[in-house]
C-alpha cells in the first residue's frame, strides 16, 4: 500500500531562514503528491502539487519536485515568514490521501 | 463560492452514545470523503463516496462507524456508542470527480468522547 513517512518536527526558524522538510513515500504505481498546509485554527488548505515524475510544484514561494529516483517530494522555501507558521503535511494518492504525520513550523520574528 | 462545510464544528457527548456528524460539500463535487485526524494516529482516511455509493471503506475503524450519502450530495458519518478513543476531528473533503486532483477540505467537526 500507500505510506508517507515526513520530518516531524517541531522546527523553529528566525525569519528570512531556509525551511526544508523532507518526504519520502512508498507507493503502488505513480500516484499524485501534495503538500496540505493548516494554519493555526484553520481547516487543511493545498499548498502544492506534483502529478507526474520530475514535475515540480510551487506556490508562494514554496517549492517540492516529485522525484521517482529517490521517492522523495521535499518541501523548500527560501525566505520564510511569520506567517509560515504552521503544521505542514505530506500526502500522495490518486482517489484518496494518504498522510505523512505533519511536521509543526515556528517562525520567529 | 462556498467551500465544504460540516456541522456541528464541535461535539461532547458521553461515552455509549451515538453521534451524527455532517457534511455538506462543494456544490456539484461528486466524491466525498471522510477522514480522522487524532495525536496518535494523524491523518486517516475513512471512507469515500462517489455519487451515492461508497466503493471504498476500508478505513472505517469498526462497525460502529458508518456513512452515507444522499442525493449526491449531503453526507453523515455515524458513530454508535461512541468510545473515548473514537475523539478526533473529523474531516470531510470533497472533489469536482474521481480524476480530479485535488480535495478540498472543511473546517472539521472536533469530536469530544467523555
Known amino acids: 500500500g500507500n505510506s508517507v513517512t515526513q520530518m516531524e518536527g517541531p522546527v523553529t526558524l528566525s525569519e528570512e531562514a531556509f525551511l526544508t522538510i523532507n518526504c519520502t513515500y512508498t507507493?503502488?504505481?505513480?500516484?499524485?503528491l501534495f503538500w496540505y498546509v493548516q494554519y493555526p485554527g484553520e481547516g487543511l488548505q493545498l499548498l502544492l502539487k506534483a502529478t507526474k515524475a520530475d514535475d515540480k510544484g510551487s506556490n508562494k514561494g514554496f517549492e517540492a519536485t516529485y522525484r521517482k529516483e529517490t521517492t522523495s517530494f521535499h518541501l523548500e522555501k527560501g525566505s520564510v515568514q511569520v506567517s509560515d507558521s504552521a503544521v505542514y503535511f505530506c500526502?500522495?494518492?490518486?482517489?484518496?490521501?494518504?498522510f505523512g504525520a505533519g511536521t509543526t513550523v515556528t517562525v520567529r520574528a | 463560492g462556498a467551500g465544504v462545510s460540516q456541522s456541528p464544528s464541535n461535539k461532547v457527548t458521553e461515552k455509549g452514545k451515538d453521534v451524527e456528524l455532517r457534511c455538506d460539500p462543494i456544490?456539484?463535487?461528486?466524491?466525498l470523503y471522510w477522514y480522522r485526524q487524532s495525536l496518535g494516529q494523524g491523518l486517516e482516511f475513512l471512507i469515500y463516496f462517489q455519487g451515492n455509493s461508497a466503493p471504498d471503506k476500508s478505513g472505517l475503524p469498526s462497525d460502529r462507524f458508518s456513512a452515507e450519502r444522499t442525493g449526491g450530495s449531503v453526507s453523515t458519518l455515524t458513530i454508535q456508542r461512541t468510545q473515548q478513543e473514537d475523539s478526533a476531528v473529523y474531516l470531510c473533503?470533497?472533489?469536482?470527480?474521481?480524476?480530479?486532483?485535488?480535495?478540498?477540505f472543511g473546517p472539521g467537526t472536533r469530536l469530544t468522547v467523555l
Open positions: 507507493a503502488t504505481g505513480y500516484p499524485s
Open positions: 473533503a470533497s472533489k469536482p470527480g474521481l480524476s480530479a486532483d485535488t480535495q478540498y
Open positions: 500526502a500522495l494518492g490518486d482517489y484518496k490521501l494518504s
Open positions: 456544490s456539484g463535487h461528486t466524491a
